[in-house]
């Protein structure tokens, strides 16, 4: 993926919020006392958000253009 750093952030924005919601699925599973496995289950989707959101900003911070400092 080539463009610039706007153009990454404007990519990660939508995965961003995808995890952020999965992040508050899971708390408001652990706040109601669901069972664990449910709990466990949000958790790793939020994490797993998380995770393609960081590779995502990793690759746009080492693209070919050179590092931003």
Do not use: I
């Amino acid at each position: 993926m080539k463009g610039t750093l706007q153009d990454w952030v404007e990519a990660c924005d939508p995965l961003m919020e995808q995890a952020l919601d999965a992040l508050r699925c899971y708390h408001e599973a652990k706040a109601e006392g669901r069972p664990e496995p449910d709990v466990e289950r949000l958790k790793a989707a939020a994490e797993g958000l998380f995770q393609e959101v960081n590779d995502l900003m990793q690759m746009a911070f080492h693209s070919p253009s050179g590092p931003l400092h």
